[in-house]
């Protein structure tokens, strides 16, 4: 496998997991990259990249200008994720001239590197991983500290940051501004249509809901996201618990029906104990829905 200088569309080809055309084009800027399943976020940092690639000087986009590209799309979540880590485009910038000297004029192909190529792979795996369909900065981060050892890498573990502080980061800011950032759900209760308020368990639900739609990119609420949220082991717990209830209050109604009195008793008691364990499998849900306290640092 040729490296750091191959046509883009042989290394496109890799990703993708197809063969490469007969005839390679050197294309530069946006083109470089397949953008059909980067989110908007994503494209823009792939071209921020490619800009501090040519602003250096450098024939070549390193994992370097993938994370300034990163931190300058300051919408993106990985750059909220970062700023949060204190991670900072003055330092960073800095940090990396350390490493790479001043820059220097230079004319011809600007074409990424095996590593950033590797980067772009593993973005990918890790949205796959998750069980999204679209790739967006917080993948492309990802997989800078998962390929581990690029400039970019180095650099971000000189500050401190680490794939697991990075990862706590993420879920942690789905789960606080799921309603806050842009193309997110609206919050519980905002839909005019519906007459009554929603309750504490309803509005646990769609909140675990809306995380897993933003994680997917989606802008709207569906019920695919709502009953993701539902289908966990407490949830499948609580519906078999539920169904039992209904069961065993059915076979009492008929048993009264048919005057078959012992037999209805018999069904109170265990629609008693199946509402009793229905109330402890909720509990338990409960506390799966909510999110983690975070600790006092």
Known sequence: MRRTGEPYTTARAEVERTAPPSRPAHRGGSDLYPYAQFTERARKVLSLAQQEAESSGHRYVGTEHLLLGLLREADGLAAHVLVALGVEQAATRAAIAEVLGEPRLVVG?????????????????????????????????????????????????????????VREEIQRYLTEHAH???GMPRPPGSSTLTALPMGPDVSRLVLAASVRAATRGSRTLSLDHLLDAMISSAGIEALARLLDVRR?????????????YEAAAGHRNAEREARRTLDEAIATWREELDPPAQEAS
């Open 180 to 182: 806050d950032v842009p």
């Open 248 to 260: 065993h209050a059915a076979a009492k109604e008929q048993a009264i029906a048919s005057q078959e």
């Open 109 to 165: 192909d600007v074409l990424p590197t095996a590593r950033v190529k590797k980067v772009i792979e593993l973005a990918f795996e890790e949205a796959r991983r998750l069980g999204h369909s679209y790739v967006g900065t917080e993948h492309l981060l990802l997989g800078l500290l998962i390929e581990g050892e690029g400039v970019a890498a180095k650099v971000l573990q000189g500050a401190g940051v680490t794939l697991e502080r």
